[in-house]
Structures are given as structure tokens and as C-alpha cells.
């Protein structure tokens, strides 16, 4: 599952000066971290939360600092007060991780869930996790199914691959084989190793599609050479035994052919 905190947020609001806040980020952006975290300090100070935001990212990641997940959780918490979702979502990561703070799942939720409702795909998706393995609350198939449609609904892959497990396995909805395939194919295709070998599966059983030794045997091999995913480079091995020279020459071609159309997974 791909975990990643909010990034830098580049613009800015009415708050301060357009002219602090444009010496900040081309300081950032030049790579002078120090003289940006001084810049974006200065802003902070004046209460301007995508500043605090900011901070809280290099104070997270060691950028012209070195890293201090408490020194993080302090900025990201003056920006959430103020409503600004990144802040909230990473608030909520560092809660539900216990990096720098104790770890405490109730408060994650709640922070993870204004941001949310603020359309942050990545807390969505977290939240979704939290309502499957009950982390925070009472375990909820259904909240998760909705959490993560949403997210995956604005193209967040680890949520189309997810998503695509809960219809496969009729947790928080009815099962059907055919919206899985829809779901895994979303984010195989942008390069999503476990969607990819998900897809294969279906392809190997005939669920949801036609069964199809050629296209499971291309599906796992994108999952296995790109990312060395273990279950499918098992899952190739074992159709390999089922298919003769032809098949396996075709699911090569087909493979190559597929490669050349993935989207990579964007990581902002």
C-alpha cells in the first residue's frame, strides 16, 4: 500500500504577501531548503496554514532540517486547526503511525476523516483501511467500500485495487466478479503490481471474464518484472505448466504490447 504524505503545497493564500510566499518557494524549488524553511517559517508565525503545512512537510521528510517527526506533528496540527485538509491528512498519518507522538487510531480517524470529506484521495483511502480492520472503530465493510469508491473515483490506484478485493470477496457489497475486473484493470494499467497479478487471477479462474490462460499468464508477468511481485511471479510459474509454446509465445507478445500502455502511477 502505497502510505504517502502530502507534499509541499505551492500556492498560497490572501493572508500574506504574494512576494514572501513567491521567495519561499523559489528558494524551495532552487533547493536552498534552508533559506525556504526560514521563508516559510517567518509565514507561519502569521497564522498562514499552507506555510505550517510546509514546514510540517520538511520537518517530516529532513529537508533543510533534520528530521523531526514531533517538530512535524506540531505544524501539521496548527494548519489542521485551521481546516486546511493536506495538514489534516498528514496529522492523521503520523497519529495512525505513532511517528513522533504516541500512536492513537480514534484521534487518526477523526483527522482523517475531515480531510476526507475534503476530497484528499490519500485519506479516503486510509480511512477506508481504518473502517476494514476496525482501527479507530468498529470494523465496517460497507464504510470501507465507500471510502475507498471515492478514492478510487479520483484515480487513486491503491483504492481501485482495494476496491476491486471487496467486490472479489462480497465484503460491504454484494460479490460480483465483473466490477472486480473493472477495478483491478483501472490499476493494473497504471502499473499497479497486486492489481496486475489481482487481474491475472480472474483471468486464470474466469472470473468476471472469459478464462483466459494467455491474458493471466501477460498480467503476470507485467506484476512480476516490474515490481518482482512474488505472488505472480508463483501465479506464472504454476500457469506456466498449463500452457503449451504457442500460448506462451502469444502471452509474451501480449505482455510487451500491454507494457507499452501503462500509465505510471502518479505519486503527488
Known amino acids: 500500500m502505497r502510505s504517502v504524505v502530502a507534499a509541499l503545497v505551492l500556492w498560497t493564500v490572501a493572508a500574506v504577501s504574494i512576494a514572501d510566499w513567491e521567495s519561499g518557494i523559489a528558494a524551495y524549488e532552487s533547493g536552498d531548503h534552508v533559506a525556504a ?22 520537518f517530516h521528510h529532513g529537508e533543510g532540517v533534520p528530521t523531526d517527526y514531533r517538530e512535524a506533528h506540531r505544524w501539521y496540527r496548527r494548519a489542521a486547526e485551521q481546516g486546511f485538509a493536506p495538514a489534516q491528512h498528514n496529522l492523521g498519518y503520523l497519529l495512525r503511525s505513532g511517528q513522533g507522538v504516541p500512536r492513537d487510531y480514534v484521534e487518526a480517524l477523526a483527522w482523517l476523516r475531515l480531510a476526507a470529506e475534503q476530497d484528499i484521495a490519500e485519506a ?31 484515480g487513486y490506484v491503491d483504492s481501485q485495487n482495494n476496491l476491486g478485493m471487496m467486490y472479489t470477496k462480497g465484503e460491504g457489497v ?3 466478479y465483473v466490477e472486480a475486473v473493472r477495478w483491478y484493470g483501472h490499476a493494473a494499467r497504471q502499473g499497479h503490481p497486486m492489481a496486475q ?15 483466459d490462460y494467455v491474458e493471466a499468464y501477460a498480467w503476470y508477468t507485467l506484476a512480476a518484472q516490474g515490481a518482482a511481485y512474488e ?6 510459474e504454476k500457469l506456466l505448466r498449463l500452457m503449451g509454446p504457442e500460448e506462451i509465445s502469444a502471452a509474451e507478445t501480449l505482455a510487451t504490447r500491454l507494457l507499452e500502455q501503462i500509465q505510471p502511477i502518479s505519486m503527488n
Open 231 to 236: 505472488p505472480a511471479i508463483n501465479n506464472r
Open 197 to 211: 497479478n489481482n487481474l491475472g487471477v480472474m483471468y486464470a479462474l474466469g472470473h468476471g471474464v472469459p478464462q
Open 174 to 176: 454484494s460479490r460480483d
Open 124 to 154: 479516503q483511502h486510509l480511512l477506508a483501511i481504518a473502517y476494514g480492520s476496525g482501527q479507530g472503530t468498529g470494523q465496517d465493510y460497507a464504510e470501507a467500500v465507500r471510502w475507498f469508491r471515492r478514492a478510487a473515483e479520483q
Open 37 to 58: 524553511i526560514e521563508e516559510f517559517r517567518r509565514l507561519a508565525a502569521q497564522g498562514d496554514a499552507v506555510a505550517q503545512h510546509n514546514l510540517g512537510v520538511m
